[in-house]
């Protein structure tokens, strides 16, 4: 553990789009099909994507969760 802990970066550096006119927007990572098997250090929502509808107020979230994606729908925060 200690050598890997010395040659593993300590943070974790990820791009995400942000695409969006007047009515919509989309919020995706750059790259979701990284290769994460020479780490422990999996990153929680590098695979998140999140679709905005600012017409009907709704949001759209589609979350990684190990093996298993979940679609979460909810109203746009103020």
Do not use: C
Request: charged letters at 25%.
């Amino acid at each position: 553990m200690q050598k890997y802990r010395s040659t593993a970066p300590q943070f974790w550096k990820d791009s995400f789009d942000l695409e969006f006119d007047a009515q919509h927007s989309l919020y995706q990572p750059v790259n979701p099909d990284i290769d994460f098997s020479k780490t422990f250090a999996i990153p929680v929502a590098y695979k998140n994507k999140v679709y905005s509808n600012f017409e009907t107020g709704e949001v759209q979230t589609l979350k990684q969760a190990f093996e298993k994606s979940f679609l979460v729908k909810d109203s746009i925060k103020k």
